[in-house]
């Protein structure tokens, strides 16, 4: 049980309906030092007092508001990382149709999308950066400077998946093209 996702489930998110703060909280009471947690839905169910269809929506909510990221296992359970944050750091804004929440913009996202030669997906490169380590987003912003692409644009991967699959830590790939070939 972590505390502090508690008390970041209590007092920290704002923006939710009762329903899925109670979905919430049953998840951060599940929640390790590292704010993972890996319980199955009916336990989650059973914690929050929610269908299992309110659980299911509530969570593809919480991905959306970037209040956790899902990990799916398998033939384990998923896997789910708590975003937790201070109260400065989420500031909440009313939509008229809708109440959504946004979190800072991680400063460092921006600069590594000015740098990557696609701009495609953009919001899915952001939760893929976000969930990088500092050291990782350091390794990535280096590796994006001598990391080969390919010259054709169509062949160039969007930047969630170079950044999930960690390429900056391939073996650079030189082909060499002597002109003579061998029969």
């Known amino acids: 049980m972590s505390i502090a996702a508690i008390n970041w489930a209590l007092n920290s998110v704002e923006a939710v309906t009762a ?14 030092q590292e704010h993972c947690c890996f319980p199955s839905y009916d336990d989650i169910c059973k914690r929050s007092c929610a269908t299992r269809n309110t659980v299911s929506r509530a969570i593809a909510r919480f991905e959306e508001l970037g209040l956790l990221e899902r990990q799916k296992r398998f033939g384990k359970s998923t896997v789910y990382r708590l975003r937790v944050t201070s109260s400065t750091e989420i500031h909440t804004t009313v939509n008229a149709s809708s109440t959504e929440m946004r979190t800072t913009v991680d400063e460092g996202f921006d600069v590594f999308w000015k740098s990557y ?44 998946t170079w950044l999930r699959q960690r390429r900056w830590e391939d073996e650079e790939q030189q082909v060499e093209n002597t002109g003579v070939y061998e029969i």
């Open 19 to 32: 329903a899925e703060k109670a979905v919430l909280i049953a998840l951060a009471d599940r929640a390790d």
């Open 117 to 160: 030669p696609r701009k495609a997906n953009k919001k899915t490169a952001s939760l893929a950066w976000k969930a990088l380590s500092k050291k990782d987003k350091k390794a990535a912003m280096s590796g994006l400077a001598n990391y080969a692409f390919s010259n054709e644009e169509k062949y160039r991967p969007h930047a969630a």
